[in-house]
């Protein structure tokens, strides 16, 4: 057998890692218990070992742990530059990003990318088919399988702690997308399905899984098995391509376990609300229990600049039903490259999902900020309940739009109800009054 050297050959070896301890203390679960998650494959510790030796500060995606986000940045060719990149990983750490994904599809990848997992502390995924095409010029059909290993193994000695790879497109399975409304909507489910069309060939990212095991067991970096025929659409849900690519992912999900590395598998971006619970629980029986990673998932296509609320609605019930990571959505989806202020729109929504997951999953702690604030809304400790919002400073503001002074910090309303008609203020009135009568409200006799 040969030495350990990803979290999930250590977990199985029995061996306690220093990232597992670090995690253990940041979900308030045992050792034990994450050691044994990670061993069975349920969760995974994403902590390229280069990346490690820099900013990095190691968390888990699981079922067993709170519901991850995950902020998507990156340049394109129309847009966006290294300094821009920067500022929105500042933003996404600012406001709660879990993990960040790199999506650069423009100029100056590598410059970007390097500048980013040096300044992160959250780990940092990327999409190489997206980089590897860019150094093509552009053209799928020029890949040969070697340019896409190559590029697998720049980015993973770069740092970066999980890839999306779309090994699960199978060309006898495109015809199962040709009759949708809306195609194949992964940018990288589309490349390689057009890369099969012109070679008559199968997926070379299939048929050289075990060459990218070797490569990302080196460097543990953790596999995000990509969704590459999922629905674009509500209308596309659940349908016959996604779920015969779901099989695949979850033979795939073995068979990278076998072979020493960490696995999660994506999920569906649009589907509506009834079917989300059974989209999730499918996934975690094909998947042997694999953390699920969902974009979303949008439960309604109406609300172009509104779709971080279409889709957060869905997030919530995802994370409820058990998916371990919620990709978010900004209000820029299907329109443009986010900025700093979607990335903070996006980032606060899916917090909010996230959040509410733990709660309903009553994973350990989860509700006491819950508690903590409402018992400072009930106090009128104004102050407190900015500090322990989500966005302590547009609460903050928008509280202030109206009664600005210091002397309505501790005000006993707000300008919603004012002085005499606040129901809280009411309930204190009432339980003064309680007391001037010796005791317990009690009915009185007529």
Same mark, same amino acid.
């Given at each position: 057998?040969? +030495?350990?050297?990803?979290?999930?050959?250590?977990?199985?070896?029995?061996? $306690?890692?220093?990232?597992?301890?670090? $995690?253990?203390?940041?979900?308030?679960?045992?050792?034990?218990?994450?050691?044994?998650?990670?061993?069975?494959?349920?969760?995974?510790?994403?902590?390229?070992? $280069?990346?490690?030796?820099? =900013?990095?500060?190691?968390?888990?995606?699981?079922? +067993?742990?709170?519901?991850?986000?995950?902020?998507?940045?990156?340049?394109?060719?129309?847009?966006?530059?290294?300094?821009?990149? &920067?500022? =929105?990983?500042?933003?996404?750490? =600012?406001?709660?990003?879990?993990?960040?994904?790199?999506? @650069?599809?423009?100029?100056?990848?590598?410059?970007?990318?390097?500048?980013?997992?040096?300044?992160?502390?959250?780990?940092?995924? %990327?999409?190489?088919?997206?980089?590897? &095409?860019?150094?093509?010029?552009? !053209?799928?059909?020029?890949?040969?399988?070697?340019?896409?290993? #190559?590029?697998?193994?720049?980015?993973? =000695?770069?740092?970066?702690?999980?890839?999306?790879?779309?090994?699960?497109?199978?060309?006898?399975?495109?015809?199962?997308?040709?009759?949708?409304?809306?195609?194949?909507?992964?940018?990288?489910?589309?490349?390689?399905?057009?890369?099969?069309?012109?070679?008559?060939?199968?997926?070379?990212?299939?048929?050289?899984?075990? !060459?990218l095991c070797d490569i990302m067991r080196q460097y543990d970096v953790t596999w995000s098995l990509g969704d590459g025929l999922r629905p674009g659409s509500i209308a596309d849900a659940s349908d016959d391509a996604q779920f015969a690519e779901l099989e695949v992912l979850g033979e795939?999900t073995r068979r990278g376990q076998e072979l020493g590395t960490q696995v999660m598998v994506e999920g569906p971006g649009h589907v509506p609300m009834d079917q989300i619970q059974m989209n999730i629980e499918k996934q975690i029986e094909i998947c042997n229990g694999a953390p699920f990673?969902?974009?979303?998932?949008?439960? %309604?296509?109406?609300?172009?600049?509104?779709?971080?609320?279409?889709?957060?609605?869905?997030?919530?019930?995802?994370?409820?039903?058990?998916?371990?990571?919620?990709?978010?959505?900004?209000?820029?989806?299907?329109?443009?490259?986010?900025?700093?202020? #979607?990335?903070?729109?996006?980032?606060?929504?899916?917090?909010?999902?996230?959040?509410?997951?733990?709660?309903?999953?009553?994973?350990?702690?989860?509700? !006491?900020?819950?508690?903590?604030?409402?018992?400072?809304?009930?106090?009128?400790?104004?102050?407190?309940?900015?500090?322990? @919002?989500?966005?302590?400073?547009?609460?903050?503001?928008?509280?202030?739009?109206?009664?600005?002074? #210091? %002397?309505?910090?501790?005000?006993?309303?707000?300008?919603m109800c004012g002085p005499k008609y606040c129901s809280m203020k009411i309930t204190e009135d009432i339980k003064e009054m309680a007391k001037e009568h010796g005791g317990p409200l009690v009915a009185i006799e007529g």
């Open positions: 057998m040969p +030495a350990p050297i990803t979290q999930l050959e250590f977990a199985r070896a029995g061996e $306690v890692t220093p990232e597992m301890e670090f $995690v253990a203390g940041r979900e308030n679960l045992s050792v034990e218990t994450i050691r044994h998650q990670v061993a069975a494959g349920r969760m995974v510790i994403p902590a390229n070992i $280069v990346h490690l030796t820099k =900013k990095l500060e190691p968390m888990c995606i699981g079922i +067993a742990a709170k519901c991850k986000v995950n902020a998507n940045i990156g340049n394109s060719a129309v847009t966006s530059d290294q300094e821009g990149e &920067l500022e =929105k990983l500042q933003y996404s750490i =600012k406001y709660g990003a879990d993990t960040v994904m790199d999506l @650069s599809t423009g100029k100056n990848i590598d410059g970007i990318r390097k500048s980013i997992i040096d300044e992160s502390p959250v780990p940092i995924g %990327t999409v190489p088919i997206y980089q590897m &095409l860019e150094e093509l010029g552009g !053209d799928i059909e020029d890949m040969k399988p070697q340019h896409f290993l #190559d590029m697998v193994e720049h980015q993973a =000695k770069q740092g970066v702690d999980y890839m999306t790879i779309h090994c699960g497109v199978m060309i006898e399975h495109l015809h199962l997308a040709m009759n949708r409304v809306t195609g194949i909507v992964s940018r990288g489910g589309s490349l390689i399905a057009k890369w099969m069309m012109a070679h008559r060939k199968q997926n070379p990212l299939y048929t050289h899984f075990d !060459d795939l990673y969902v974009l979303g998932p949008l439960v %309604t296509d109406i609300a172009p600049g509104y779709d971080h609320i279409t889709s957060c609605i869905g997030a919530a019930m995802a994370g409820w039903h058990g998916a371990a990571m919620l990709c978010y959505v900004t209000p820029k989806e299907h329109l443009g490259l986010p900025e700093k202020e #979607d990335v903070k729109q996006g980032l606060i929504a899916y917090k909010i999902s996230a959040h509410a997951a733990d709660v309903a999953r009553k994973r350990p702690g989860s509700q !006491d900020r819950d508690d903590a604030l409402s018992k400072a809304r009930f106090e009128f400790d104004w102050n407190k309940q900015f500090e322990l @919002s989500l966005d302590p400073e547009t609460a903050k503001a928008y509280h202030d739009e109206t009664l600005p002074q #210091d %002397t309505f910090k501790s005000a006993h309303f707000c300008s």
